[in-house]
């Protein structure tokens, strides 16, 4: 019998679709590009479910007679090209007329259209690929299109779909591409008969930025311009706003929106190590070039492009980013000298030798931190006395390769009781007291002990001690009322990524809720984070959800509770560089010599290292 067997057409479209159709973001697109190519000026969408249960585009375009109504359903029918030449020219969205067949077979398809001078439109319900009504139906010039119940009929599809959350967050961020990208089209987007977001037209991408970023980013923004053969045009953030992911970056080639790694990492270089790593700017940049020196058909949703001279249109933006922060920075000095009464020093004075620079010095303002205890906010009779229940590891110490000059040593410290040291890193093989010599770069503790010189990194242990405070009584962690409740602006996207998870911040001590379509208020705060922005906070735990999305809700909310807990412990440590004196830097090694997993703060960094007396030694020759 033969094994091999001719599928028939009906299934073989269900499987090709899947080059198409994989979520309801890429109907979307689908979609809302044959709207642009038809012409459109306004454009509407309905999302129910995440785009699971419904996907309805209306718009004004140009419209369809019957006959291209039902044929725009057949395999391989465009209205783009004729010829396979035409393709390096190309300038409309789609042209291999599989769309809207490849929808047609995973889902229930209604369209109703009308062109202009058209007394009626013509509606059409097509349902596993097959045309099962043709009507005559009075309605306004454009077309209207809804498809309902993706990959019903095709369980083993329908079960690779995300959440509705991910899935809608998918939808938004092609959403606001659209909209970047078309300014002059006005844009309205509903989910579950609301309305979401309203994007009339406007004359700018700035303006644009304006409607779908949070209104505090609209005086971060910059203009980025370029002409030539390779046009590079559209707004990013100064070095003084940034983000914690990449989701608001944007680019499009020859009004594409596409995703380019290499296209992110050039953005990221014009900066030149003005933002701290980790964090990214916010850009939307519109790249124009030859249609014959890109090549959009290298992905089978057109979502990657491939140029013929990649490094070029790199250095282009490079550049372009980094043209535009130095202009910035060169205005805000302009307007700083401009504004600052400054003295003038007399030619004579500043050419004089023996002219007193200390004349102009100001003594720095130092910050004196507040050291925050187990012992203020966990009673000391919670602290197990068995050394056994602190986890203790004997086996790790850790060794530095560079010997370490000392800049600073303060003479006369106090001792420390042995105990206590023996507690913090579990050395029981000495008797001799431990010293504590002092704070070293204002960064690292200093403790003298018998085998060598022990660094205690201030901001790890800090943020560990705080990071097992908060995961062990996270619940029971003092608060304290805002008598000014802080409003945080968000996006819309954000918004609807953070909303679900606001128990979360609850449970933590922060009390955070929903006052606006785009504003969150925040009541109260832990005691320890008093005197820093939530703004951080907040933005880093919408980057944590994105991430996890996907994954079991419990393992969601547990991931998301344990890195919210490490990020209030990092923000409310003492930081290096400040100063701490003999008294809290003594609090600090006590309450560590109570914490478990003592040896790393929450993010993996040793909290203290071993400058052991031999190695100090041999640098000095007196060992081999």
């Known amino acids: 019998m033969s094994k091999i067997k001719q599928l028939s057409v009906h299934e073989a479209q269900k499987i090709a679709a899947g080059e198409v159709v994989e979520r309801p973001a890429n109907i979307v697109k689908e979609l809302v590009e044959n709207s642009i190519d038809a012409g459109a000026t306004h454009i509407t969408l309905y999302i129910e479910d995440g785009g699971k249960k419904l996907i309805r585009i209306v718009d004004n375009g140009c419209g369809m007679d019957i006959a291209d109504a039902q044929i725009c359903f057949d395999r391989h029918a465009t209205s783009k090209i004729t010829h396979v030449n035409e393709l390096e020219s190309i300038t409309t969205f789609g042209f291999r007329g599989e769309a809207l067949a490849s929808i047609a077979a995973v889902s229930k398809i209604s369209l109703i259209t009308k062109e202009e001078n058209s007394l009626e439109g013509t509606q059409v319900i097509v349902e596993a690929n097959t045309i099962i009504q043709t009507n005559s139906v009075a309605c306004t010039t454009g077309t209207d299109i809804s498809v309902h119940n993706l990959f019903a009929h095709i369980p083993a599809r329908k079960k690779f779909l995300k959440t509705t959350q991910t899935e809608w967050r998918a939808i938004q961020l092609l959403f606001n591409a659209f909209c970047f990208d ?63 992911d990449k989701s608001n970056i944007y680019f499009f080639v020859n009004k594409r929106w596409v995703k380019n790694y290499q296209l992110s990492n050039a953005l990221v270089k014009g900066y030149n190590n003005v933002i701290p790593q980790g964090r990214y700017p916010l850009a939307a940049i519109s790249i124009t070039i030859p249609a014959h020196e890109v090549d959009i058909n290298i992905h089978p949703r057109k979502e990657e492009v491939k140029f013929l001279h990649p490094r070029r249109v790199e250095q282009l933006l490079q550049d372009a980013v980094n043209n535009a922060l130095n202009n910035n920075v060169s205005e805000q000095l302009k307007r700083d000298i401009k504004n600052t009464d400054m003295p003038q020093i007399s030619n004579d004075f500043k050419n004089n030798p023996f002219n007193d620079n200390n004349f102009f010095y100001q003594k720095p303002y130092i910050h004196q931190p507040q050291l925050l205890s187990i012992d203020t906010v966990m009673p000391l009779h919670d602290i197990p006395n068995n050394t056994s229940q602190l986890n203790f590891d004997t086996t790790k110490n850790i060794i530095p390769t560079d010997f370490l000059s000392l800049q600073q040593i303060l003479p006369q410290q106090e001792i420390i009781p042995l105990t206590d040291i023996e507690r913090i890193y579990n050395v029981d093989t000495y008797t001799e007291d431990y010293r504590l010599i002092g704070q070293y770069n204002t960064t690292y ?169 031999y190695d100090i030694e041999k640098k000095f020759k007196r060992r081999t």
């Open 182 to 244: 078309y300014p002059h089209i006005h844009f309205s987007l509903f989910s579950d008969d609301k309305q979401v977001m309203n994007c009339p037209t406007v004359t700018t991408i700035k303006n644009r930025a304006l409607q779908l970023w949070e209104s505090s980013t609209h005086n971060h923004l910059l203009e980025v311009s370029i002409d030539g053969v390779i046009a590079i045009h559209g707004v990013i953030s100064n070095h003084q706003h940034y983000r914690y």
């Open 445 to 613: 503790i200093l403790i003298e002990k018998k085998d060598g010189l022990f660094l205690v990194d201030q901001h790890a242990a800090h943020e560990r001690i705080l990071y097992e405070l908060f995961s062990q009584r996270f619940t029971e962690v003092a608060t304290v009322q805002l008598l000014f409740p802080q409003i945080i602006n968000l996006s819309l996207y954000d918004i609807n990524v953070i909303t679900p998870h606001l128990d979360i911040f609850i449970q933590n001590g922060l009390i955070i809720e929903q006052c606006s379509q785009n504003q969150l208020i925040v009541q109260s705060l832990p005691v320890h984070l008093k005197d820093q922005s939530i703004n951080d906070i907040i933005e880093q735990t919408i980057q944590w959800i994105a991430e996890h999305a996907s994954a079991d809700a419990n393992i969601v909310k547990q991931t998301i509770n344990n890195k919210l807990q490490a990020q209030m412990a990092c923000k409310a440590a003492v930081k290096a560089g400040d100063v701490l004196t003999q008294e809290k830097m003594e609090q600090l090694l006590r309450d560590l010599s109570k914490t478990a997993n003592r040896f790393s703060c929450p993010h993996g960094r040793p909290t203290g290292w071993l400058l052991s007396l």
